[in-house]
């Protein structure tokens, strides 16, 4: 094991009957490590995120949260650990701001530490106007607010969550990534289940695709990916309007390969360092292009999700 991951995962097994849920997957999480796991209904993510809580027993293998053993010191690790799951079950006869404060009282902090954080994740995750509503008039997607905000009041530096976003509106995905993003770079350690493979891509440093309760692949963004390694990349460039001759005028553009137009759209493969990036982009402008946006592509998780054999993105 691993002595400063925040999580370390060894060899971890769930079975029921004859059913295994999840098939010996080790794997370490260190602060700012912020790990997305994918795969279809079934494949095994709730089980693995409640195994790695403490709150499915496992058949074989260990979990370690800051060293800790999560089965033989429970409540030790509950103050390090937080999780959020995809149901989450709430008070729903109290308000929002009670529900916290009795969250608070359990974790043992001072009035005064449980009001300052409950006011802060009113604002952060935008139950402010919900305060004093009761939880059981809250839309699915504001309970799941209030679920998180439960999760993250006590500063625990190991956080998972479930479809955390899965209730949530446009506005508030942009919102969460944010706030998934402020979280990694806090130095916290943080898995996230997940179907929103684009939204993934954009904040987490490590993916995890999962199916029958094993890792088909586990790595850096870029090493799922195939970025890894690559010194080339992909590009889009979109024209403010249509060129007719926009493939002669870059035909001389050294490097550029695999040049796909599409109306005013342009995609192409070249250097992906940031200097050659941006003499391509003067060079394309010297050539009369009218260049309205240029946008260096992601590597495709999707596309990484689909080539490990999965049939399927819910």
């Known amino acids: 094991m691993s002595t400063d991951a925040l999580l370390a995962v060894r060899h971890l097994r769930v079975q029921f009957g004859r059913l295994l849920a999840v098939n010996d997957i080790s794997f370490d999480l260190?602060?700012?490590?912020?790990?997305?796991?994918?795969?279809?209904?079934?494949?095994?993510?709730?089980t693995t995120l409640r195994a790695a809580s403490g709150l499915q027993p496992v058949s074989t293998g260990t979990v370690h949260v800051m060293d800790h053993d999560?089965?033989?010191?429970?409540?030790?690790?509950?103050?390090?650990?937080?999780?959020?799951?995809?149901?989450?079950?709430?008070?729903?006869?109290?308000?929002?701001?009670?529900?916290?404060?009795?969250?608070?009282?359990?974790?043992?902090?001072?009035?005064?530490?449980?009001?300052?954080?409950?006011?802060?994740?009113l604002?952060?995750?935008?139950?402010?106007?919900?305060?004093?509503?009761r939880a059981s008039t809250l839309s699915r997607g504001m309970r799941q607010r209030l679920a998180v905000a439960r999760t993250l009041l006590p500063d625990p530096s190991v956080v998972l969550m479930d479809e955390p976003a899965a209730?949530?509106?446009?506005?508030g995905r942009v919102q969460f990534r944010q706030l998934l993003a402020d979280l990694?770079?806090?130095?916290?350690?943080?898995?996230?289940?997940?179907?929103?493979?684009?939204?993934?891509?954009?904040?987490?440093?490590?993916?995890?695709?999962?199916?029958?309760?094993?890792?088909?692949?586990?790595?850096t963004v870029a090493e799922v990916t195939g970025a890894a390694g690559r010194e080339r990349g992909n590009y889009r460039v979109v024209l403010a309007q249509r060129v007719g001759d926009a493939a002669t005028r870059i035909a001389g553009v050294e490097g550029l390969q695999r040049l796909q137009i599409d109306g005013d759209v342009l995609t192409f493969e070249y250097d992906r360092d940031r200097r050659a990036a941006a003499a391509l982009l003067a060079q394309l402008i010297s050539a009369g292009l009218p260049v309205a946006e240029f946008h260096a592509l992601e590597p495709d998780l999707e596309q990484a999700y689909l080539r490990s054999g999965i049939g399927q993105v819910d």
Request: glycine share 10%; charged share 20%.
């Open 123 to 133: 604002e952060a995750l935008w139950l402010q106007e919900k305060r004093a509503a």
């Open 184 to 219: 990694r770079d806090q130095g916290k350690a943080i898995i996230v289940s997940s179907h929103i493979l684009a939204d993934l891509a954009e904040y987490c440093t490590h993916i995890a695709i999962m199916e029958h309760g094993r890792f088909l692949s586990y790595g």
């Open 30 to 46: 260190h602060a700012g490590h912020l790990l997305g796991l994918i795969g279809p209904n079934g494949a095994g993510k709730t």
């Open 70 to 121: 999560v089965f033989r010191h429970p409540t030790v690790v509950g103050h390090h650990l937080g999780l959020t799951p995809d149901t989450p079950a709430l008070y729903d006869a109290i308000s929002v701001e009670d529900y916290l404060a009795f969250i608070g009282k359990c974790y043992g902090l001072s009035a005064a530490t449980t009001q300052e954080r409950i006011d802060h994740w």
């Open 167 to 171: 209730g949530l509106d446009p506005a």
